[in-house]
């Protein structure tokens, strides 16, 4: 299947000098819910912007169901809903006029019935007459939702839609985000929080001082989230894995004073008896032992510091 | 051509004129009668007439300009300075519309509240002294053009400014003063050689000698000048947006 969005070589330096972006290439799949994952000022929402024609890319092109985001913006763009991070409302208009405007911006004609049901879908119907000044940071990010949806779009951004939010919210927003992938919406999201990533997407990507360090199944990276460690404590230091225990997935600890086994739990047999009884058969005796597991949080934040 | 789009745009920046009727309409009717008041009454009993026509009259001209002027470049300028402080701009940006139609939405409606502005001030004027268009399509076409122009040109300060401030400043300092310097209530013939010269190097003497002329066929300058001096200002202020829009100048990172 062809990616419904198609980034290559996107490179970005701000007029400042600062290099937000270093080559970046990514697909996007159609009707898949992808993650950006990465930490302040790691360029998702620059990504986000050049894509969306907000920002002009340094280098690089952009294709929207095999559309040139440069040459044929009209077609690119109204199939583009963006969720911008900042609240930037026009705070003087009331909730329905703002939503309509966003729609007739797109070139698509008025529609009272689809805007209402846009509103009622984001609880927003009963403010639908008060001016977006008195709403609260939610609902003011509920009417940038229903201004990104009201041109009924295939594809939508949505740059941190959970910052500042809480928990109440979150889970509506997470519940439109997977009503809107049901009804064929692909949607692009960033976030800071390693559990909204595992809770929605379907593809996570990872960025880090403008640089695409890792794209990945979410069930990939769960996978590695499943592996745990079993640290075993020896009595004498080893200076190297005994040829009786070689067939097991052994690493010999710094100094020789540990075998670290790593297994699967997901896994039918994790091969801890089989060790063990290797173990006692070859005379290797051990003093004590404990388990751990490395988190997406882990996995994170060690891709980020390798990185650096 | 996205109509839709530029409809949108259009109605929105009407819709935003119509909740602050009272200070949009009122206040340059008002302040332009009071022109008519203490200038056409008081000053006008005693300088009488001007090339055959009574002061009272001889002013309505250039002080609709005034306020064509002023009101025009204020109003563009707001609408656009204003989504680019709200950071309301991304959705422009992201929209499925070319920069044609953006002008088109934003110019085309600051346009039409100065033309709108422009007749009830005229229907005003008449209410205090006799009026007599003798070109009424000349009339409408120079109203009309300057209009856009100016609406163009606010929209240029618009983008340019980066402060609510710099939106301030050229209707004040620049545009009054030059409108007031520029024969708004008197003709220039009654200036002294030398600041007759100098008084020709004001571009806003064109525009108001040209409109005048639609008015009561008098005039300081050749008529085909003013008409071409206000078209030469439209195509600049054309070129001034074509070049923001190609370098995305101050709305595009
Ligand atoms: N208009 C601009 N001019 C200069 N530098 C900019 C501009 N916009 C962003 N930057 C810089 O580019 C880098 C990437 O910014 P960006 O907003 O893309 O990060 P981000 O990943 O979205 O961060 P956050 O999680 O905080 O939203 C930052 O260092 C930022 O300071
Ligand atoms: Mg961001």
Redesign the interface.
Known sequence: MNPIISVKDVAKT??SGHVALKTVNLDIREREIFALLGPNGAGKTTLI?II?????PTSGTITVDGHDVARD??????M?G?V?Q?L?????ETVW?TV??????????KNPAFIEKVLRDLSLWDKKDSRIMTLSGGMKRRVLIA?ALAHEPRILFLDEPTAGVDVELRKDMWDIVRELRAGGVTVILTTHYIEEAEEMADRVGVITKGELILVQEKTELMHKLGKKQLTLELQQPLAAIPPALVAHKLELAPGGGALVFTYDTHADRTGITALLNDMREAGIGFKDLATSQSSLEDIFVDLVRHSK | M????V???Y??EM??WG?TLMQSILSPVLSTSLYFIVFGAAIGSRITQIDGISYGAFIVPGLIMLMLLTESTSNASFGIYFPRF???I?????????PLEIVLGYVGAAATKSVILGLIILATASLFVPIRIAHPVWMLGFLVLTAVTFSLFGFIIGVWADGFEKLQVIPMLVLTPLTFLGGTFYSIKMLPPFWQTVTLFNPIVYLINGFRWSFYEVSDVNIAVALGMTLGFLAVCLLAVWWIFKT?YRI??
């Open positions: 701000y007029a912007s969306c024609g907000i920002v002009n913006y009209r077609a690119c763009r109204s583009i963006l911008p900042e930037s409302t026009e705070m003087f006029a309509s405007f966003s729609r007739g911006l797109f070139g698509k004609k201004k | 996205n109509v839709e789009a409809r949108a745009i109605t929105f819709a935003r909740r709200a950071g309301t991304y959705e422009l940006l992201s929209a499925p519309i070319s995305g595009k990172a």
